[in-house]
């Protein structure tokens, strides 16, 4: 089937131009102007950007963890990214200790038969290479399977994880193989001492959570990752990087021409400790997420860093877990609330909002810290473009659209939303995934069968 996009403006990261989008099948066949109606089927695309579909490169989807299992699974999540414009996600499969990286990659791969509604592919946390690393190998076999990048997590002892050794051991094959490696970075040992001092003067509220996980721990972990990546010459991807400590670290590795790059999330730009966990009350359990919520005062670096490019990507970290009967679980204590919040859905409504509407970004740059970069960066060439010959994910974004993001009609299966009641203006009409409509004005329409796994290249995020 044929489907052509008219009347529109077509959005990527190094152009904007008026032209139509015909599609062929599950690819893009033309970008040009004045394309004849013909037989095709016609989408009027007047008044809105017709942009690659977003790339959301960090989230946890049916992901086990902090005694509980996150809450959206492949299809509830996968549908709400695909109501918010992201039309592909890099989701992480967790190696469990004494297991190998083949069973997790097994284990998420069944957790997406036959529920993903968008394209996914996954990032393997890496926590143990067995007896004197002696299954290092698996490493190239991940490569070879189209998963080049390696999760290493430096917060979590006792659960994920690693140290330095084992850090640098992947590092370096890592970097033989042209992969990428991800790292959590907080300082998770001085952290848990912290946390268990908080506890034993009674400080159990979510409040403490934040408190607890010091914006030093972070850039600490920031650099030493850094440095341990240079030593086995590896490219090396900060997740989630939340304040201006760490942001001074980075900087200095890429002034260094370090192959150094990283990502911030909505919520560390336009969520703070001030506004959301002032101290208060058991409802900030809803924003207990790590790295946790930052004084404000580090919100204007991260956006500057990301006009500048210094970061160069939004991802979402999309953990999400239910208010009444998951971060309960923590309510007498704050170490045991689940750690992650909800935002797949949100991503981009946020960062145009906040991003373009403001003037601190351009559409384009828009699009390329949420599609073109992560599909630069994770190795994926068919996406993150409108250009012929890429795979039609498409979203028709309408920058005149009101909108009131609310946990009452949101697609995520949380029972409540971290932008409860906010305003904002420009949102996603219609999204194509590979062709097919999965949303209509504004409504998913799409199927669990649609979504494939990808394979991702190995480019050592770009460097290569
Ligand atoms: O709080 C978070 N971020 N939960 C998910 C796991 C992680 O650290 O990314
Ligand atoms: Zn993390
Ligand atoms: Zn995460």
């Excluded at 924003?287 to 860093?305: D, I, S």
């Excluded at 828009?366 to 073109?372: I, N, R």
Aim: aromatic residues 8%; contains cysteine.
């Amino acid at each position: 089937m044929t489907t052509l996009i008219q009347n529109g403006t077509v959005l990527n990261a190094d152009s904007t131009t008026r032209a139509d989008v015909l599609i062929d099948g599950e690819t893009i066949l033309a970008v040009a102007a004045n394309i004849p109606a013909a037989n095709h089927q016609v989408i009027d695309a007047t008044n809105l950007l017709v942009m690659p579909g977003g790339i959301d490169v960090h989230t946890h989807l049916d992901m086990p963890f902090g005694g509980t299992v996150s809450a959206d699974d492949y299809f509830t999540g996968t549908r709400a990214a695909a109501v918010g414009g992201t039309t592909t996600v890099i989701d992480f499969a967790l190696q469990a200790r004494g297991h190998t990286m083949r069973e997790a990659l097994e284990i998420w791969r069944a957790k997406a038969a036959g529920k993903a509604c968008i394209d996914y592919s996954l990032h393997m946390a890496v926590t143990d290479l067995g007896p004197n690393n002696q299954n290092l190998a698996e490493l190239d076999q991940m490569v070879a399977e189209g998963i080049p990048s390696f999760k290493l997590f430096m917060a979590y002892p006792s659960v994920l994880m690693i140290d330095d050794g084992l850090m640098f051991k992947v590092m370096e094959r890592a970097a033989a193989l042209d992969a990428l490696c991800l790292i959590h970075a907080e300082n998770g040992s001085v952290i848990d001492i912290v946390v268990s001092e908080f506890l034993a003067r009674g400080e159990t509220a979510p409040h403490f959570h934040a408190l607890s996980r010091s914006p030093l721990a972070e850039a600490e972990a920031t650099h030493r990752a850094i440095a341990i990546a240079e030593m086995a010459g590896a490219s090396v991807y900060i997740v989630h990087l939340s304040n201006a400590d760490a942001l001074l670290a980075l900087h200095h590795a890429r002034q260094k021409g370090l192959r150094a790059l990283a990502e911030t999330c909505p919520q560390y730009l336009v969520l703070s400790l001030e506004d959301q966990m002032p101290g208060r009350s058991w409802d900030e359990a809803k924003y207990v997420f790590t790295p946790p919520l930052r004084e404000k005062k580090n919100q204007a670096p991260l956006w500057q860093a990301l006009a500048s490019g210094e970061l160069s990507v939004v991802s979402t970290d999309h953990c999400p877990f239910r208010f009444s009967d998951q971060k309960s679980l923590g309510k007498e204590d704050f170490s045991k609330i689940p750690n992650g919040g909800p935002g797949i859905e949100n991503r981009l409504q946020i960062l145009w909002h906040y991003g373009v509407n403001s003037g601190i970004l351009t559409p384009q740059q828009f699009v390329a810290l949420a599609s073109a970069e992560p599909a630069r960066i994770f190795g994926m060439p068919t996406k993150g473009a409108i250009a012929p010959g890429k795979d039609a994910d498409i979203l028709l974004w309408d920058p005149a659209a009101d909108y009131t993001i609310t946990a009452a009609t949101q697609s995520m299966a949380t029972d409540y939303n971290m932008f409860e009641g906010w305003q904002v203006r420009g949102n996603a009409k219609h999204v194509f995934s590979r062709g097919l409509q999965v949303v209509a004005d504004a409504k998913f329409i799409g199927n669990p069968n649609h979504g494939r796994f990808l394979k991702r290249q190995a480019n050592a995020g770009g460097f290569a």
